[in-house]
T-cell receptor, first 114, second 108 residues
Framework: DGGITQSPKYLFRKEGQNVTLSCEQN?????MYWYRQDPGQGLRLIYY???????QKGDIAEGYSVSREKKESFPLTVTSAQKNPTAFYLC?????????????FGPGTRLTVL | KNEVEQSPQNLTAQEGEFITINCSYS?????LHWLQQHPGGGIVSLFM???GKKKHGRLIATINIQEKHSSLHITASHPRDSAVYIC??????????FGEGTQLTVNP
């Protein structure tokens, strides 16, 4: 089945540890996105990538890093520099970049930092 | 002032009622998306529109570009429609700005 997967669904980490969230898609989409959702707030863009080996900061990139070495994969690392990392993280992809297109979302990873 | 305002924030309806959720935005857009988020957190795209009106089953989305306003309508609402509905204008470069969402509860 074609789709976008994120793992794990729930993730617990100790404060000060880096953690990497996985996002994989087999939809042959060029563009991929990472969003963060906090209770009572709209989704906010962390990073996005329009093509392999290229990515841009979104609105809240501080304390996060990404890579896009393969078209199918766009992992997000939450570093110890992120002051409030506990949140729900959603990955999305779209077929093309630079123009209006439907975004397809993964199921999300709920990160809790203890 | 937020760039995207949705109303109402919460909506409770009886099964069968006609439902309207409104979205006003202040940014220039290339398209506007309506999304549905279920209690488990998963998000599904319902509509992407840049003008006029689109219909899919019992759902209808309209947009007025000049007034910077969009509406999502649900006809003959059903308890399975209970979810959070999110308006997300798309600006240049495929970037979405998200509203805070409207929590819809449809009671049987």
């Amino acid at each position: 089945d074609g789709g976008i997967t994120q793992s794990p669904k729930y993730l617990f980490r100790k404060e000060g540890q880096n953690v990497t969230l996985s996002c994989e898609q087999n939809l042959n989409h060029d563009a991929m996105y990472w969003y963060r959702q906090d209770p009572g707030q709209g989704l906010r863009l962390i990073y996005y990538s329009q093509i392999v080996n290229d990515f841009q900061k979104g609105d809240i990139a501080e304390g996060y890093s990404v890579s896009r070495e393969k078209k199918e994969s766009f992992p997000l690392t939450v570093t110890s520099a992120q002051k409030n990392p506990t949140a729900f993280y959603l990955c999305a992809s779209s077929f093309r970049a630079g123009g209006p297109d439907t975004q397809y979302f993964g199921p999300g990873t709920r990160l809790t930092v203890l | 002032k937020n760039e995207v305002e949705q109303s109402p924030q919460n909506l409770t309806a009886q099964e069968g009622e006609f439902i309207t959720i409104n979205c006003s935005y202040s940014v220039g857009i290339s398209a506007l998306h309506w999304l549905q988020q279920h209690p488990g957190g998963g998000i599904v795209s319902l509509f992407m529109l840049s003008s006029g009106k689109k219909k899919h089953g019992r759902l209808i989305a309209t947009i007025n570009i000049q007034e910077k306003h969009s509406s999502l309508h649900i006809t003959a609402s059903h308890p399975r429609d209970s979810a959070v509905y999110i308006c997300a204008p798309e600006t240049s470069g495929s970037r979405l700005t998200f509203g805070e969402g409207t929590q819809l509860t449809v009671n049987p």
